[in-house]
């Protein structure tokens, strides 16, 4: 069964920008279309960008269509979210998880984003 | 955009006691209602797709029922680890949003 591990949160500044990173062990990324989701504190899930398995359909939602990238390298088996222009309503947990007709299978532990001055 | 409300946003229960949680579309998604639980701390699992089928290893007193506009997660009898968060998702849509979750807790 794939695994997956969210790195590249932290604190950032209004306006600043931070890259996430989503590996994947026990299987290859390759096969799996995934997607994005967070968590404020506090809150319910959200989901924030899907992209296909072959990096071809990218779909972001409307809260961060702009601002936020998503990206992958099918070689290096993982994918990445850039987000700039953060927002302080962009702070939570971000997951990675791979998803299938609209069910979201495998998650990631998640990694927290925090955007204060 | 399909809306999912989700209630109570707690419910306080005893090991051993039935939890019933309610998931509400603002429009008909059909049977595409999937339910994950979350606990303290952890990503999210998914426990049941298509409004009734369990996903694979989910014990049978987690069961799922509804179509249309309404959907119930039913856990027959708690046991200490089904203490968590559960969140509702559609996948009829784009986006396929999620509901704000219940909390269900310990008495």
């Known amino acids: 069964e794939i695994q997956l591990v969210e790195s590249g949160g932290g604190l950032v500044q209004p306006g600043g920008s931070l890259r996430l990173s989503c590996a994947a062990s026990?299987?290859?990324?390759?096969?799996?279309?995934i997607n994005w989701a967070r968590q404020a504190p506090g809150k319910g899930l959200e989901w924030v960008a899907h992209i296909t398995s072959s990096g071809d359909a990218l779909y972001y939602a409307d809260s961060v269509r702009g601002r936020f990238t998503v990206s992958r390298d099918n070689a290096k088996n993982s994918l990445y979210l850039q987000m700039n222009s953060l927002r302080a309503d962009d702070t939570g947990v971000y997951y990675c998880?791979?998803?299938?007709?609209?069910?979201?299978?495998?998650w990631g532990q998640g990694t927290l984003v925090t955007v204060s001055s | 955009e399909i809306v999912l409300t989700q209630s109570p946003a707690t419910l306080s229960l005893s090991p051993g006691d039935r939890a019933t949680l309610s998931c509400r579309a603002s429009?008909?998604?059909?049977?595409?209602l999937n339910w994950y639980q979350q606990r303290p701390g952890q990503a999210p699992r998914l426990l049941i797709y298509?409004?009734?089928d369990r996903a694979t290893g989910i014990p049978p007193r987690f069961s799922g029922s509804g179509s249309g506009t309404d959907f119930t997660l039913t856990i027959s009898s708690l046991e200490p680890e089904d203490f968590a968060i559960y969140h509702c998702?559609?996948?009829?849509?784009?986006?396929?949003?999620f509901g704000g979750g219940t909390k269900v807790e310990i008495k």
């Open positions: 298509d409004a009734s």
């Open positions: 429009q008909s998604i059909s049977i595409y």
């Open positions: 998880a791979t998803h299938r007709s609209g069910i979201y299978y495998n």
């Open positions: 026990g299987d290859t990324l390759r096969s799996y279309d």
């Open positions: 998702q559609q996948r009829s849509k784009w986006p396929h949003a």
